[in-house]
């Protein structure tokens, strides 16, 4: 019989440590979908922000502005490369233009509102 019981209490205890950790899980998750999510080379920006672009403002970037930033984020994203990386450098130099041609398109369209 105390055999019983003790499988009995373990089993319980296996249970509530279990829903415990589910709803830990669970809240750290929705914390962490809360939190800012940023690109490198690019401001803070939350989840609502990056469905709409911003209105214009004073400080819409000039084209000159966003043809340093694109270089300079070209050549940050060239700088991240290794040999490591699963692309070759050419590759990895593409995906740099592709990406840091999406930045510029997305500048230009909030520069233009």
């Not at 899980?25 to 469905?51: D, I, K, M, W, Y």
């Given at each position: 019989m105390?055999?019983?019981?003790?499988?009995s209490?373990?089993?319980t205890?296996?249970?509530?440590?279990?829903?415990?950790?589910?709803?830990?899980?669970?809240?750290?998750?929705?914390?962490?979908?809360?939190q800012v999510?940023?690109?490198?080379?690019?401001?803070?920006?939350?989840n609502?922000e990056?469905?709409?672009?911003?209105?214009?403002?004073?400080?819409?970037?000039?084209?000159q502005e966003?043809?340093?930033k694109s270089?300079?984020w070209?050549?940050?994203?060239?700088r991240?490369w290794?040999?490591?990386?699963?692309?070759?450098?050419?590759?990895?130099?593409?995906?740099c233009?592709?990406t840091?041609d999406?930045?510029?398109?997305w500048?230009?369209?909030v520069?233009?509102?």
């Amino acid at each position: 019989m105390v055999k019983l019981a003790n499988r009995s209490v373990r089993r319980t205890a296996l249970k509530a440590l279990l829903v415990g950790s589910s709803l830990l899980v669970s809240a750290a998750t929705a914390t962490l979908a809360q939190q800012v999510r940023t690109v490198p080379g690019t401001p803070a920006t939350t989840n609502n922000e990056l469905q709409s672009p911003p209105a214009r403002n004073h400080d819409t970037p000039t084209e000159q502005e966003i043809s340093a930033k694109s270089a300079q984020w070209h050549a940050e994203c060239m700088r991240d490369w290794d040999q490591q990386t699963h692309m070759t450098k050419q590759e990895w130099f593409h995906a740099c233009e592709r990406t840091v041609d999406d930045r510029v398109q997305w500048l230009r369209g909030v520069s233009k509102q």
